[in-house]
Structure formats: C-alpha cells, structure tokens
C-alpha cells in the first residue's frame, strides 16, 4: 500500500478488539462510546473517510485493551487478495492476539450485502472465530433499544441464526440522535453489556488460528477446482505454527508480492540482447515466440507492477534443454505459462517429471518435461505487459498475466482497450501498486472464476 494503513502507536502490545462491518455501519460511532470519548472520525457518509485504522487503548476490568476501527475490510466488491491484504496490516497490530471481533451491522434491514459480509468474514477468519464474534446493532429505534428483546424478535433467520452461531452475543449501539442525553443509562447499559462480552471471552483469536484456517481454505479451493497436485505450495509451511505470530502471518503475506518474474530473470530484445527483465523500459520490444524459424517480437505497452526492493518468494523451475544443458525459470506461483498442450496453467499446478514447458531451441519452441521445483526468496519482481501477451522469459514462453484463472484469449480480448489506448497515450506506469486498469478489471475476477468452475469438469 502506499499509504500508511496505521498511525504511529506504542498500543500493538494490547490485545486487540477488532471493529469489522460495511462502510457506514457505525463503527466509528461505536468505537467512541465504548472508548467513553470521540477518538474516532465519524463519517455522515456511506463512503470511507478515511483508509487507515483508527486505534486507541482501553481499559476494562484493570485490563488493557487496543481497539481497532478497521476502514471496510470486508467490502463486497474487493477480492479475497484484496482483503488478505488488508488483514495482514491489521495483524501488523496484533502481537499479544485478537480478544473480540465486534461484527457491526445495521438493524434497520438484513440485506444481500450484509449477509455476504458475514459469509466472508468466517470463510476468511474460520469458524473459530465465531467464538470470539460479537453482534452489535446500530440505528435501532427507541423501543427495541429499550428492550433488546423486541430487536431480536424483529430479526429474521439468517441473523438469528448467526446471532446462535456466536453464543447469542449481541447488544445496541444506541442512537445518539435519540439518546443524546450525557451519560444516557440506556446507552452505559449496553456499553457496560458490550465490555462484559468481550472480557468474558476466555482467550484469544491467535495468528496459529488463522494460518490453521488459511491451509483449509487453500487445500478446500484446491480441491474443488482442480485435482490435488502433488507439489502444493504453502506460504507458511516453515513457520511453526505453535509459536507464530500475526506479524508473521502480515509479513508473509506482504511479502508474497506480485505474480511475475524475478529481477535477474533473462529476457532478448531485438536484434537479439539478452538482458535483464528489470532493465526492460516501456516501448522495448521483446521476444515473444517464434513463427517460421524466426524470433517474434512484441512491444512492451506497460508494466502491471514491479518493484526492485520487495522480496518475494518464487517458484524455481528446472528443466534440462535438448541440448543437455540446465534451464531454470524463475517466476511466483500465481503467474501463468504455457504447458503440455498450449494451454495455459499457474506456476503453482507444474508437477516434475510430469508437466511440460515450452522453452527455446533458438529457432523454435520444443517441449521440454520439467526435472525440479523449490521456493526461493529473491530481492525485486517486475511484471511486464507485450501486446500479443506473451514473453518469451529464460527461454520459456510465459503468460503476461496471473493471479484469476488462466485464459490467455479471454485476458488479450480484456486487455484490448489498454492497449489501444496506449496506442494514443504511451504509458508510463512503472510502479509497485497495480496498474489502475489491471485493478479495475480484477473486480470482474469473480466471472472468471466462475468460468473457471464450469470449465472444471472439461479440464478434470
């Protein structure tokens, strides 16, 4: 990210109660009656005011506590990568582990939204979580603020469901418009009920917690799209779990970085020099396969993202070429190449001995069956876009693109209107954020992966 998520604080020791809903929810709102004074910026708005955390120290019970207002994580339009992302900066704060996740919703209606959110909240946190969640409704009406019975009466299944999936830990945030009286009984109440939740929560929602939670979701994913490859690769595998903590889990995701090719990885440009993938500039031309015995070329329109500072883990392919010398590609597990029969696959599905690669003879492309794989972290990753959307990258022909299932037809036809328009306008994106356009079509990644899916059944 490049702005700071966090402010400066010395409060990361404390354990954490996190404040989670959508945007406009009343979390800053809530945030401020349980702190007992305004820490928080509140916003009148259903857009964010603000993309960083707001956090403050509490006491309760001569306890000290962290509370954390999170800016929409859990959002709809973002992707599971997005929020991971987002998480990780969150578990930047959480040494001593997570005390409370207040879910905070709106009692007005239950709507698609909401329910999606709660869906994703326990996919992505487990169902361990669930013991430490608790309900708080905001923009209640005086009577079933009043008596909470009548707002639990009102709800429908789904809520109450949830509501039971929790232990039945709920309370109101309630209405300042309404009771805005100082020190309100009504809203010391519930502000008293909410503390007493969240120190009878016996323990904490811990980083091993959450990478237990990470590996199902992997390996559930794994399964259900393709057949479990024999060499499934996990992020934290080296870590013992035991004694991990949530900087470690931020850290690793943080610096899992991009999907593209190592800094030192070999590329050949026109009039055939090789060099450096990170010495490449926009409007090179490179080589992108071959047709007829000749070297193809294609020009360099754009970068997805690189960064020269970043370590990133990835994925190293042997392979041995005809000529019997050693190959190796080096590039991260969510980008694609080709393999087998032209098709395309992520880096991450490559099995030795089994899956082959395309890789150059100097004069064509020749099937070569791959010998080895192992994870190394290396310094710098660049991720750049050809036209025709390939790269020809340590001999082997590669994909531009990562990450969303791999179509390399469907991903040229959606790239089309960035390339024309940089037809007009040369660019000159060259930066470790993702380029905008990229970022605006992974929004769309969902009808992807549903391609994905009814495809599955063909590529089983």
Known sequence: MSQQYFPNNDDDDYPVILLIGNTGSGKSTLGNLLLGQN?????????STTKKC???????????????DTPGIFETDKTNLEISNELAQVFLQCTRGIQA????????????????TIDRITKLLGKESLNHMIAVFTKCKRAPTIDPHLLFNSLVPEQKDFLDSIG??????????????????????????????????????TADIFVKIYREIQETEEKELREMRENHINPYQHYNTSSITFKDVAKCIIERGGQCFAADSKVILQYGKVTKISELVIGDYVCCGFENGKQIFSEVFSFIHADRDAVTEFQLIDFMKQDGSLGTLCV???????????????????IPHK???????????????????????????????????????????????ASAPPYQSLFNLALAPLKFYTKI???NHLDKEIHPYVKFLNRGRRIVEFLDYLNFPQKA
């Open 355 to 401: 899956t082959k690669l395309f890789v150059s003879d100097g004069e064509k492309l020749v099937s070569i069956v791959t010998t080895r794989m192992m994870k190394e972290r290396r310094k710098g990753y660049y991720s750049p876009l050809t036209r025709n959307g390939t790269i020809l990258v340590d001999d082997v022909l590669c994909s531009c693109y």
């Open 168 to 205: 039945n830990r709920f309370t109101i945030s309630p209405n300042l418009d309404i009771f805005s009286e100082p020190d309100d009984p009504i809203v010391t109440r519930h502000m008293m009920n909410l503390k007493n939740y969240i120190v009878g929560i016996p323990n904490f929602y």
């Open 54 to 68: 707001q956090m403050a120290p509490i006491e309760i019970n001569e306890k000290m506590f962290t509370v954390i």
């Open 101 to 116: 996740i207040i879910v905070v919703m709106e009692a007005t209606r239950f709507t698609m939204e909401q329910r999606d």
């Open 332 to 350: 991260t597990p969510e980008h694609h190449i080709f393999v087998n029969d032209g098709g395309t696959d992520f880096v991450k599905n490559v």
């Open 425 to 427: 306008f040369p660019s």
């Open 39 to 47: 820490k928080f910026i509140v916003s009148d708005s259903a857009i």
